[in-house]
């Protein structure tokens, strides 16, 4: 891994970095468990839970791949403290997901699903943010295996456990859940600009019971 580095002084700088994260060079691959292998014949992408007409909605990989495609400017902060500042990420923004399958009106949390189980809870309204994104590229090229491909969630506004690598699903929710790491003491909202890192740091209101 290469070492993270400080960003150099000057007009600006430190402004784009959350507090107590370094900036690093290169692209690390942070994960727990082994990467999945893709099966094209077996992937599928699936909206299911609280959808407003009460069905699910189910893409294959071809199908997927047709969605309208859009790029966005985001960072990404490990909650390990290395953050990347402004990859373009390409892929189908969360809302466009919202707006072809859209969420009942009860739903207020969403539960994004990856292979192995793995999954990340969030707001509504931090899925819905502009620039939640299901990416397949970075910097027009396609992901790697390591980096998620084929589909992963980038939440640039948020710690970047919340943006499940080798993703599968979307689960509307009417009341919160843990996820993942959600469940293993990181905090249940995880905004970088907060330094919400742990889940000892929760206010009232921030998530469910332990
Ligand atoms: N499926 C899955 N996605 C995941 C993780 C994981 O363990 N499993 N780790 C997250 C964490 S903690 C980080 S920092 C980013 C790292 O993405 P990168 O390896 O592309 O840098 O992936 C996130 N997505
Ligand atoms: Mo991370």
């Known amino acids: ?4 580095v400080e960003r150099e002084s000057g007009e600006g700088a430190h402004a784009e970095l959350p ?8 692209w690390p691959v942070t994960h727990y468990g082994p990467v999945p292998k893709f099966r094209p014949e077996r992937w599928e992408f699936r909206v ?11 893409w294959n990989h071809e199908e997927f791949a047709a969605l309208p495609y859009a790029t966005v400017v985001g960072d990404l902060h490990c909650v390990t403290k290395f953050s990347m500042l402004g990859a373009e990420w390409g892929g189908v923004p969360a809302r466009a997901i919202l707006e072809i399958a859209p969420p009942a009106p009860a739903v ?7 292979e192995y189980g793995f999954s990340s809870n ?8 502009d620039r939640a994104i299901f990416a397949t590229h970075k910097d027009g090229e396609l992901l790697t295996a390591e980096h998620g491909f084929p589909l992963r969630l980038v939440v640039p506004h948020l710690y970047a456990w919340k943006g499940p690598k080798w ?4 689960e509307y929710m009417t009341a919160d859940r843990r996820g993942f790491w959600e469940e293993r003491g990181y905090h249940n909202v995880g905004d970088p600009w907060q330094e919400q890192r742990y889940s000892y740091q929760e206010e009232p209101g921030d998530g469910p019971e332990l």
């Not at 299911?48 to 189910?58: N, V």
Request: glycine content about 12%.
């Open 1 to 4: 891994m290469d070492q993270p």
């Open 19 to 26: 507090p107590g994260q370094r900036l690093q060079r290169g």
């Open 48 to 58: 299911f839970g609280a959808t407003a007409d009460g069905e699910k909605r189910c």
């Open 108 to 114: 207020t949390h969403v539960m994004v699903w990856a």
């Open 122 to 129: 969030l707001r509504l309204a931090d899925f819905a943010s």
């Open 167 to 170: 993703v599968r699903g979307v």
